[in-house]
């Protein structure tokens, strides 16, 4: 019979294993050398499902230590139900302080969005990916899109930028849109909305990716070159919102969200959940913004 | 959007925890006991023991009582747990010849040196309902197995008789495909990521962790004509108990226990060694899986042998579709993954398609159309 | 190897090159070959698809290879545009390194350069040169940005100067060539072929697959690309005919073995070998 003790054993600080905290750190360590470059990593199961935010909670579990202050968030949200039950987790295996500041927190796991107010050097950023593989949208084999990669050979991806605007007037990508690291790899930012993706190049924080069902780790170091890719004429653009401004804050220039209420009636609210409480309540957080062509 | 808000997921996701619990229970009928599970419920025990690759019957049963019965979910606490464990040894290569034998088949021949063992099957049994179990009793069950003790000969429980394979009488006569089999590395697919091509030993891994409907869903696919090969033949199939065998640091090697494990051994014609002359020889492919799981072990034995024909036409001779898309907890993490909130992501294709919607109704007619959001 | 580049003028020199499919040994290329009248070594089954092509092509130059099926003909184009790799051999080119460069040595990601700069390849089967998945246009405008072209409007001129060059309707650039007739897809290959104006094209059968009153046209066509460009090709083919219209000079293979070299004119009017007698009786 099982002994109930087995179940209520002790987990290491923060819950994975010092060996493979060592392994992913040095996979991590790899990914910074080489900028935008997939590193498979081992990827062990956690007890959060594929998909819900493993590649980023390795690589967060395997940094954390026990001065640092947490914060998740998910689609823009500290009070997402997904990032409450990671930040649970966190804190429950580490017992670091957690934090909804952004400006507080030394480290900060987010799905598909980059806050707002600027991240520092005392700042690593770090996204959950579920599809790490920019190139999988035109090449389904890995073992193509590997040596793709080695080759620079992006030409496939171009030409599906390319008929998109010849079809649609618009390169149509929308969240995920591709950039190249350090004039070299073409790496998918994980879906962050084109909004983001500015804020990627020369950031003075560190940017790791985790890529858990796919088993893959890269980064971004603090002033690195990321490129959006676009045509000389086609340029790329961020999301518009026009003249719209969000309904809680009467603010513009940030990421908002399409809110309907239940007579259908719709209002547009600043993402950024921390962002929009410091707007409400006091002067606005310094933030890097991008201004579309023309 | 601040601290009370984020209060307000916690208290959310502690509620639901609480709900799910409340209707496991709310019918207020005896509790299930773990033995019960593992002992009545031993073969889906035995799957799930495969696809959480772990090898321990009571977890699995713990691992389905608290899932409700959700073999997914079930197979996936096992995996949770065992990315825990500390890996301290590496087993010895079970020996399967020895097997402590309960069933073994074979579909090649009708007589086999050991002969036909049939052993506990349901394959013969007709699907009818069985309305006496509806009102089964301790007493009813220990008078069945009353008559059953009743049958065995205790003189003749010493006597272990070993088996010869059914592939050594086809290997003997030259019969069988000898492959080039190039990367012969044992690799540890728990610890490294997978690279294609991969070794056929990390193939072999990670279909003894894949999810049986998966891995059915393509041996299938392989006989109704999407893989080269056809229908293929079970060589053998023999379900049973063998021992683990580690080294200790003095490299002495101590014996830990037994398990039960389903191998088949499936055979189906080959394209040959593509050497001038060569025969279409006969191809073995190889099926290993915990517990007993024959229709798991059949499908491994199936898609061994068409994986190694790779042709990437079809989804049973490519590795990459194979081995990505049978791996059970990653697909269903990640198909359930989808009921997270995607809205910022949602989003940014919206801002795109409303732009390009504009776009072409402006182009119609010199029309324009009010963007909602502008 | 620089003064040999500088000195003799040429612009593509062959040596030796080979390509052998299975499991030969060391007697294979000797047991197969004209005289033996097969590719196929009878000892070990391995398939000597060319053997020791020694050639120079010259700028400008229209060289044939003529040969029927199995003679090596598409290996060799294949091989020099790394679709496969040589078993032995060398390939020097002039617009790479000024021709001190071995073109089997580069790596993968120089070829690719080679490929996509330097060379052009026409596939007589057009789905072997052409991407079904992406329209006319964007096949084109694949070779145009791979070589730097960062311009949506000035590729497309370009691609819309290059089809109407091919003779393909510029309004059918933006749909899959997919639908398009047979010689309409060939046009649209050599457009991509020559899109980055490279010093050297290959032709493989380019014809083939077409009809007869097709043919002419698309190779009216070639032979205007190539006064207009001053291109270097080499055009590889069953059909003298083909041979005749297109080219300078003419390499006769016949089981992997150039058996025959020399002016096309001459080697038409007055073939030396065996074989050669037989190929051009037939076109009588």
Redesign the interface.
């Known amino acids: 019979?099982?002994e109930n003790k087995k179940f209520q054993s002790a987990?290491n600080f923060a819950?994975l294993?010092e060996r493979t905290k060592r392994e992913i750190r040095r996979k991590i360590l790899k990914a910074i050398a080489l900028p935008g470059y997939q590193v498979?990593?081992?990827?062990?199961?956690?007890?959060i499902?594929?998909?819900?935010g493993?590649g980023g909670l390795h690589v967060s579990l395997a940094i954390i230590g026990r001065k640092d202050v947490f914060k998740v968030i998910?689609?823009?949200?500290?009070?997402?139900?997904?990032?409450?039950?990671l930040?649970?987790f966190i804190e429950r295996m580490t017992g670091c302080r957690t934090t909804?500041d952004t400006a507080e927190a030394t480290l900060i796991q987010t799905?598909?969005?980059i806050p707002e107010e600027i991240l520092t050097e005392q700042q690593i950023l770090v996204f959950q990916v579920?599809q790490p593989e920019i190139l999988r949208g035109v090449e389904r084999?890995?073992?193509r899109t590997r040596s793709m990669h080695a080759e620079a050979d992006y030409s496939k991806l171009w030409v599906s930028l390319y008929e998109a605007y010849v079809r649609?007037?618009?390169l149509?990508?929308?969240?995920?849109y591709p950039v190249r690291v350090n004039g070299r790899y073409m790496m998918s930012p994980s879906?962050?909305?084109?909004?983001d993706v500015p804020n990627l190049s020369d950031a003075r924080c560190l940017y790791l990716f985790g890529a858990g069902?796919e088993?893959?780790i890269y980064a971004i170091p603090p002033h690195t070159v990321v490129e959006p890719l676009e045509f000389e004429d086609v340029r790329f653009r961020v999301?518009?919102?026009?003249?719209?401004a969000c309904a809680y804050s009467n603010a513009r220039d940030a990421?908002?969200?399409?809110i309907y209420e239940d007579d259908s009636s719709?209002k547009?609210v600043v993402?950024d959940?921390?962002f929009?409480?410091k707007l409400r309540t006091g002067p606005r957080p310094p933030q890097r913004l991008f201004r579309n062509p023309q | 959007?601040?601290?009370v808000?984020?209060k307000?997921?916690?208290e959310?996701?502690a509620n639901a925890a609480e709900l799910v619990e409340y209707y496991r229970l709310r019918a207020a009928t005896p509790p299930i006991e773990?033995?019960q599970i593992r002992t009545q419920m031993r073969l889906l025990v035995d799957k799930i023991m495969g696809e959480g690759s772990l090898y321990a019957p009571?977890?699995a049963a713990?691992a389905l009582k608290q899932n409700e019965g959700d073999v997914f979910e079930a197979a996936?606490t096992m995996?949770?747990y065992?990315?825990?464990l500390?890996r301290e040894y590496y087993s010895e290569v079970l020996v399967t010849r020895d097997m402590l034998i309960r069933r073994r088949i074979s579909a090649a021949f009708r007589d086999i040196p050991g002969g036909q063992i049939l052993g506990p099957t349901r394959d013969y049994t007709h699907r009818l309902f069985q309305p006496e179990l509806t009102t089964e009793s301790m007493p009813s069950i220990e008078e069945f197995l009353q008559r059953i003790d009743a049958h065995i000969d205790p003189a003749k429980l010493t006597a272990i008789p070993k088996f010869g394979k059914v592939i050594d009488v086809l290997r003997a006569e030259g019969l069988l495909l000898v492959r080039d089999e190039g990367d012969r590395r044992v690799v540890d697919v728990?610890?490294?990521?997978?690279?294609?091509?991969a070794p056929r030993s990390a193939a072999l891994q990670m279909m003894a962790r894949a999810e049986t409907g998966g891995l059915m869903c393509l041996g299938y696919s392989t006989m109704r004509g999407f893989a080269a090969g056809g229908h293929g033949t079970v060589g053998e199939l023999r379900v049973g108990d063998v021992a683990v065998q580690v080294k200790d640091p003095r490299g002495r090697v101590r014996y830990l226990g037994r398990i039960t494990v389903t191998e088949c051994e499936m055979v189906n014609s080959s394209k040959g060694s593509?050497?001038?002359?060569s025969l279409p020889l006969l191809s073995v492919g190889y099926g290993l899986c915990f517990g007993q799981n024959e229709t798991k072990a059949i499908c491994m034995g199936m898609l061994d042998n068409s994986l190694r024909e790779p042709n990437?036409a079809n989804p049973a001779n490519s590795q990459?579709f194979t081995l990505y898309h049978t791996e059970g907890?990653?697909s269903?993490?990640?198909?359930?993954?989808l009921k997270?909130?995607?809205?910022?992501?949602f989003?940014?294709?919206?801002?795109?398609l409303r732009?390009?919607m504009q776009?072409?109704l402006a182009s119609y007619a010199g029309l324009t159309v009010e963007?909602?959001?502008? | 190897m620089n003064d040999m580049a500088l000195n003799s003028g040429w612009l593509l020199r062959v040596r030796g090159l080979t390509k052998i499919y299975?499991?030969p040994d060391g007697d294979s290329i000797a047991r197969t070959g004209p005289q033996a009248s097969t590719n196929i070594c009878p000892v070990?089954?391995a398939i000597v698809a060319c053997a020791g092509i020694d050639f120079d092509l010259y700028p400008g130059e229209v060289l044939g290879v003529v040969g029927e099926s199995g003679s090596g003909k598409s290996t060799l184009v294949q091989l020099l545009y790394f679709d496969q790799p040589p078993t032995a051999g060398s390939a020097f080119f002039t617009a790479l390194d000024n021709g001190t460069t071995d073109l089997f040595t580069l790596s993968n990601q120089r070829r690719r350069h080679v490929r996509n700069h330097l060379l052009g390849m026409v596939y007589q089967n057009p789905r072997d040169g052409l991407n079904f998945n992406f329209t006319a246009g964007g096949n084109i405008a694949e070779k145009l940005i791979m070589a730097g072209s960062m311009n949506v409007a000035s590729i497309r001129e370009r691609s819309s100067n290059l089809l109407r060059q091919t003779e393909v309707p510029v309004a059918r650039m933006d749909q899959t060539p997919r639908t398009f007739s047979g010689g309409m897809q060939q046009r649209v290959q050599i457009s991509k072929a020559i899109a980055n104006h490279p010093p050297l094209l290959f032709l493989d059968e380019v014809t083939s697959g077409l009809d007869v009153s097709v043919q002419a046209k698309v190779l009216d066509m070639i032979r205007q690309i190539q006064s207009e460009l001053g291109i270097s090709m080499i055009v590889v083919s069953h059909d003298l005919g083909v041979i005749r219209m297109l080219t300078d000079r003419t390499l006769v293979l016949k089981n992997g073995r150039i058996v025959e070299s020399g002016l096309t004119d001459q080697i038409l009017q007055d073939p030396q070998h065996a074989y050669t007698q037989l190929l051009v009786s037939s076109l009588l």
């Not at chain 1, 498979?40 to 007890?47: C, I, V």
């Open positions: 019979m099982i987990y819950f294993d498979p990593y081992s990827s062990p199961e956690m007890p499902a594929r998909g819900w493993t998910d689609q823009g949200s500290d009070a997402s139900v997904n990032a409450c039950s930040r649970q909804v799905r598909h969005r579920p084999l890995e073992t649609y007037g618009s149509m990508r929308g969240a995920g879906p962050i909305p084109r909004w069902r088993k893959r999301e518009d919102w026009g003249a719209t990421f908002l969200d399409e719709r547009f993402n959940s921390n929009l409480d | 959007m601040g601290y808000a984020v307000g997921g916690q959310a996701i773990i033995e009571d977890h713990l996936f995996r949770a065992r990315a825990t500390k728990t610890r490294e990521a997978i690279k294609f091509p593509g050497k001038k002359g990437e990459e907890v990653e269903y993490g990640f198909t359930n993954h997270l909130p995607h809205y910022v992501t989003q940014s294709g919206l801002d795109n732009e390009a776009r072409t963007s909602p959001a502008k | 299975g499991q070990t089954g």
